[in-house]
């Protein structure tokens, strides 16, 4: 195929040469005339020589990589892709009778950039993050079909809020095939949800807490347990299954409430151990009796989404975690977790441990958790780790 051409400054190839899968605006000397934004471009070296193929876009990254092969980016190479990512996932057992939802694509993880498909039961939820993956939706959706085969009945395609809004794209929130009796519930390590891909947040559950889940599970039993930060409840109707005394769950979103007791109610119906208030966290925490429950989460949004709002995000998981702290009885353990990309685990290790020096508790970490394997981190890519936490025991 035919691609227009990008040629980098001199020496800017040396991350590419170690994989890394971007190419900043900096380093391009020149591209030919009328790129469009979403294009497949061939980028090479002040010298001439081919380095890699992929996405243009306009802004500091110019280049995702999809390849550093000299290929062409065709139905083939989509397919090849996808099923790379498919059999990570089969080779490490996660797709069994007992788990089928799972993330399929976490983009850069899996050598696509800008890309993210989650799987629940029999549907798929295409994100996509770039230009170029939106331009190129189709080809991954009948490459998804190729490669699922009868495992998917339904594409649902959700990038309205996801795509640079600069670009002003259009994209449309819609099913790209199936779409007509969607089977409504999926399973997670054999307990049972709703994933709402239609009007939740993401893509419709966090499956990327599901083995700090199971790992909560195992520590629940006999506790009383507050699930700070709820969402859809993931954490609460797993602390039920580990045998909790009671659990409480909380989010300020009131339609992540009713989520929440929903999947607690297919999972344990009329479960009286269980409830659920849509309240601020901070006022809740505030509220609260002095060792009300000895098992928290804390698992907040993304206090920063960008650079500039690390010093203030650090602040924030500070506060947070002191809210906490004053709070625990002896003994007790707290899950506390950033999914800011930009806080590294040191800076948030440190937020974390200037919370519990300032409310004088002796802290243990009993884990350093991080995302599970069906979200890779691309070793030439370290941006791509996001999801942090820590198991701490609190005397
Ligand atoms: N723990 C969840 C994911 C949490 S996502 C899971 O396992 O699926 C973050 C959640 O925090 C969102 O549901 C959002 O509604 C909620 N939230 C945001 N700000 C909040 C606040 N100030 N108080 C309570 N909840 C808040």
Not at 21 to 36: R, T
Not at 95 to 106: A, K, M
Not at 281 to 291: E, Q, W
Request: hydrophobic share 40%; net charge neutral; proline share 4%.
């Amino acid at each position: 195929m035919n691609y227009k051409k990008i040629t980098l400054k001199p020496k800017k190839e040396e991350s590419l040469k170690r994989f890394h899968p971007w190419i900043f605006s900096g380093a391009v000397q020149k591209k030919d005339d009328n790129l469009s934004e979403g294009e497949t471009v061939k980028v090479y070296t002040a010298g001439g020589d081919f380095i890699a193929i992929g996405h243009y876009q306009i802004g500091s990254i110019e280049v995702r990589v999809l390849s550093f092969e000299e290929e062409d980016i065709d139905a083939g190479f989509w397919q090849k892709r996808l099923a790379s990512a498919l059999e990570l996932r089969k080779s490490i057992g996660l797709i069994n009778p007992q788990n089928n939802s799972y993330r399929l694509v976490h983009g850069e993880g899996d050598l696509l950039p800008g890309l993210i498909i989650d799987i629940y039961a029999e549907t798929a939820v295409v994100q996509s993050h770039s230009v170029g993956m939106h331009e190129d939706r189709m080809a991954i959706c009948n490459a998804l079909k190729a490669v699922m085969g009868d495992d998917i009945k339904n594409i649902y395609y959700k990038s309205e809020t996801t795509l640079p809004y600069k670009a002003d794209l259009g994209a449309e929130n819609e099913y790209l095939y199936g779409g007509n009796d969607v089977k409504e519930i999926a399973l997670e390590n054999g307990l049972q949800f709703y994933p709402d891909w239609i009007k939740g947040q993401k893509t419709g559950f966090f499956v990327d807490q599901r083995d700090n889940r199971s790992l909560l599970e195992k520590y629940s039993k006999g506790r009383s347990v507050l699930n700070m930060f709820c969402y859809t409840g993931g954490f609460s109707f797993y602390a039920m299954r580990g045998g909790a005394k009671l659990v409480h769950s909380v989010d300020s979103s009131s339609k992540a409430i009713m989520l929440t007791n929903r999947n607690v109610e297919i999972n344990f119906p009329d479960d009286k151990r269980h409830e659920a208030f849509a309240e601020d966290a901070f006022k809740f925490l505030a509220k609260m009796d002095k060792g009300a429950y000895d098992l928290v989460i804390l698992d907040p949004p993304a206090f920063a989404k960008h650079r500039g709002a690390v010093k203030n995000a650090l602040q924030g998981y500070k506060r947070l975690n002191i809210a906490a702290f004053e709070k625990m009885p002896p003994n007790s353990i707290l899950f506390t977790f950033s999914c800011s990309q930009v806080i590294s685990k040191e800076a948030f290790r440190l937020a974390v441990f200037s919370a519990a020096a300032i409310t004088g508790r002796k802290v243990r970490i009993l884990h350093q958790l991080s995302q599970p394997a069906d979200h890779p981190i691309n070793i030439y890519h370290p941006e791509g780790e996001y999801l942090k936490g820590l198991v701490l025991y609190v005397e």
